[in-house]
Nanobody, 124 residues
Framework: QVQLVESGGGLVQAGGSLRLSCAAS????????MGWFRQAPGKEREFVAA????????RYADSVKGRFTISRDNAKNTVYLQMNSLEPEDTAVYYC?????????????????WGQGTRVTVSS
């Protein structure tokens, strides 16, 4: 089992940057694929980015490609989401998720561990 705690959210102006972090408990972090999802008010939770257990593969939603970068440090049990060129449409609560798999899941249903979320607000 793994517990996830996100941090790094906040208020930023359009065009700015933020880096989200997700710290995981447990000794087996390196066996988990990790993902970031977000949920805007009144909308479904949607996929943002995912990374394989070894960082060899990444996946991104089309809406964030070229602006967001997912990375991980298995020695620190942490996954990151670097968000650049932020837009008001990126405003949401961001969640990290984990799944013990060699694949790189991109859907909510494939993940079985979730953090509590961190709020990102982008002002225009």
């Amino acid at each position: 089992q793994v517990q996830l705690v996100e941090s790094g959210g906040g208020l930023v102006q359009a065009g700015g940057s933020l880096r989200l972090s997700c710290a995981a408990s447990g000794r087996t972090f390196s066996t988990y694929a990790m993902g970031w999802f977000r949920q805007a008010p009144g909308k479904e939770r949607e996929f943002v980015a995912a990374i394989s257990r070894s960082s060899g593969s990444t996946r991104y939603a089309d809406s964030v490609k070229g602006r967001f970068t997912i990375s991980r440090d298995n020695a620190k049990n942490t996954v990151y989401l670097q968000m650049n060129s932020l837009e008001p449409e990126d405003t949401a609560v961001y969640y990290c998720a984990a799944r013990n798999t060699v694949m790189v899941p991109t859907t909510r249903q494939e993940y079985n561990y979730w953090g509590q979320g961190t709020r990102v607000t982008v002002s225009s």
